[in-house]
């Protein structure tokens, strides 16, 4: 049996090696290794690029998806002035309104019938504060989840939204009044991971929605949820969002257990 080495401490090798936080990095004098100084400046390094490079030009269109824009024109401009990216442009506006889908006629009343069966979910990606994120893994989510829902959904067109805030959800909202939006978009980037997807599902949003509105599901990626995972878990946040007519803080008071 090999005798532990000097001044070894078990419980702290088993805790470093179940997490990517920087722990027992070793130091020279006062400072980081150099090793460890060079690790730390590329994952920060890829974190920043991961926000400020714009997902590929041909990306939405190679996966199926129509691209609109918020109202923020460049990466800088979605950086300084996170409002612009709450709202798409004018032109995009109105080409978003002719993907409306028609109301379907029931003579069954209200949560009952064709109409209830069959609400309108609309799917879309925004590229968020991580390019590498959506590159990565947002179209195998997309697609895992549009074959999870579509038999019991309708689902409208899916779109990219170039320079796009999660808040953006609420202008969609206001334009298209599907009952469901969810919006897969990249998530700020740390230094383990740059390609980590967050998905945001509201229920009715419009521009009178607020924060507490919306249910998150978050650290999507390889070492996180994985995407098949994500997808199902998406999938049952927006069945209960349909059954419940809610979602966020509303949702989580209508599906939590009694005390």
């Not at 893994?137 to 409208?156: E, G, Q, Y």
């Not at 383990?192 to 929605?209: F, G, H, N």
């Amino acid at each position: 049996m090999r005798k532990p080495e000097p001044g070894a401490n078990s419980d702290f090798d088993t805790m470093r090696k179940s997490t990517p936080a920087r722990l027992g990095l070793g130091r020279a004098g006062p400072r980081y290794t150099t090793a460890a100084m060079l690790s730390l400046r590329a994952d920060h390094a890829r974190a920043v690029d991961a926000v400020m490079t714009e997902v590929a030009r041909d990306w939405p269109r190679h996966n199926g998806l129509l691209e609109v824009h918020s109202q923020a024109q460049t990466r800088e401009d979605y950086i300084r002035y996170p409002e612009r990216g709450r709202r798409l442009t004018d032109a995009d506006a109105k080409r978003i309104a002719r993907l409306k889908p028609p109301p379907i006629r029931s003579p069954f009343p209200r949560g009952k019938g064709l109409g209830a069966r069959f609400p309108s979910i609309l799917l879309c990606i925004g590229d968020g504060l991580s390019s590498a994120a959506v590159e990565k893994n947002a179209a195998p989510l997309l697609r895992t989840l549009t074959k999870l829902l579509t038999s019991r959904h309708r689902l409208l067109k899916p779109i990219f939204i170039r320079n796009a805030r999660v808040r953006i959800e609420d202008h969609l909202g206001e334009i298209l009044r599907p009952d469901v939006i969810c919006m897969i978009v990249g998530e700020r980037p740390g230094l383990v991971t740059a390609e980590s997807l967050s998905a945001y599902v509201i229920y009715r949003p419009s521009l009178k929605s607020i924060e507490p509105d919306r249910t998150v599901i978050s650290n999507i990626h390889r070492g996180g949820i994985p995407i098949a995972e994500a997808a199902r878990k998406i999938a049952t946040l927006i069945d209960e969002a349909i059954e419940f007519e809610a979602s966020g803080a509303a949702l989580a008071g209508k599906t939590s257990p009694p005390p």
